[in-house]
């Protein structure tokens, strides 16, 4: 693996089907614990004050487009120990998937599901208690993405099959502002917080099926589009790194029934100019991105693939590929749906000192 890495630098992965979370050790490569979780974990967030990760548990069993029962869990990792410390239950809420902190405020958002009474929105947990103190609608049935804005006064977030993306006013002082798109994936900022990018449309079942597949690129103070970039396939997740490389993972389709997906795409572009630099291979249906080592290097992870690929953004060329559990979807999706193997990310510097 890259001596870039400093030594005690960690990958967390969680295995959505595996019911696990994984770390590998980066200046290696290899995978040095396995901790069992709750089932269905979909995405990652790392305090770095606290040294803790949070997990979300989206379901019970299952994935997005068929599942059973919804999950109402946020778990706590110790990044140190390996250890789940604490589970938080956001009860009556449901479907957890969005994490984002605002660490200035201690506060992290989680997006949770439509239930009965009110739709979809975002919840803030007080990171100092683990309880939840706020609740912000997106105006949306399912608002699976989210971003929050560098000065944590609002907050983004992407709707899937809805056709809008949400502004969310986090002073509580304007209502819910609608970004139109054909349907909604993967969102990311730009580091000054003045372009939100969407990839667009939904990858599953898409509102409308000729809508191009493409990033919008949304000026944030108008919330009107500056530009559309075009994309080779349905894209997934978006990413800005340090270095402003705009990263975009991409679903090509197969023209097999029984394995609908062929290897996916990153697509690599300038988040400023939206110029194309360049395309590279990666695993089966990518899901989630995270960048580290000042932007040089890509972490990529791969739903049916099970996999993370490991990505020099300098050279636009793969370094390794790491392995997780897939697991099994389990209950009644067991034997007619795909494993959904690694999803979250995230990087764990070492410790001060180490």
């Known amino acids: 693996m890259s001596t870039s890495f400093p030594t005690g630098a960690e990958l967390a992965v969680l295995s959505q089907s595996g019911h696990t979370l994984s770390f590998f050790d980066l ?25 803790r990760l949070y997990a979300s548990h989206t379901y019970r069993s299952g994935h997005f487009a068929a599942h059973d029962e919804k999950g109402h869990e946020v778990s706590v990792i110790d990044v140190d120990t390996h250890q789940v410390v604490e589970v938080i239950d956001l009860a009556p809420e449901h479907g957890p998937h969005a994490l984002a902190l605002d660490a200035a405020a201690d506060l992290l958002y989680v997006s949770v599901e439509e239930g009965p009474a009110r739709p979809g929105g975002l919840v803030a947990i007080d990171l100092r208690t683990n309880e939840v103190v706020a609740r912000y609608s997106a105006d949306a049935p399912v608002p699976h993405w989210a971003v929050l804005a560098p000065d944590g006064t609002a907050a983004y977030t992407t709707n899937k099959s809805a056709l809008f993306a949400s502004r969310i006013d986090l002073t509580g002082r304007t209502p819910v502002r609608r970004i139109p798109v054909p349907g909604s994936e993967g969102l990311a900022l730009s580091p000054r917080g003045d372009r939100l990018y969407i990839a667009t449309p939904t990858a599953l079942s898409p509102p409308d099926p000729t809508a191009p597949h493409a990033v919008k690129v949304i000026d944030t103070t108008t919330l009107t589009t500056l530009a559309t970039i075009a994309l080779p396939a349905t894209p997934g997740p978006a990413h800005v790194t340090g270095t402003g490389k705009l990263l975009v993972g991409c679903w090509p389709l197969s023209g097999s029934r029984a394995n609908p997906f062929a290897e996916g795409i990153l697509s690599i572009l300038d988040a400023e100019t939206y110029r194309y630099l360049g395309e590279l291979n990666v695993g089966i249906t990518p ?60 990087y764990i510097p070492p410790r001060a000192g180490v």
């Not at 901790?35 to 004050?49: K, N």
């Not at 997780?324 to 209950?331: A, I, K, N, Q």
Request: aromatic residues 4%.
């Open 287 to 346: 899901i989630n991105i995270i960048s580290a080592v000042e932007g040089h290097l890509a972490f990529v992870s791969h739903l049916i693939a099970g996999t993370v690929t490991v990505v020099d953004l300098d050279a636009h060329t793969p370094v390794t590929t790491l392995e997780v559990d897939l697991g099994d979807p389990g209950g009644e999706f067991s034997k007619n749906t795909h494993n959904q193997g690694a999803h979250g990310l995230a």
């Open 27 to 51: 200046a290696s490569g290899r995978r040095s614990d396995i901790v069992p979780v709750l089932p269905e974990g979909h995405e990652l967030c790392f305090d770095p004050v606290r040294r």
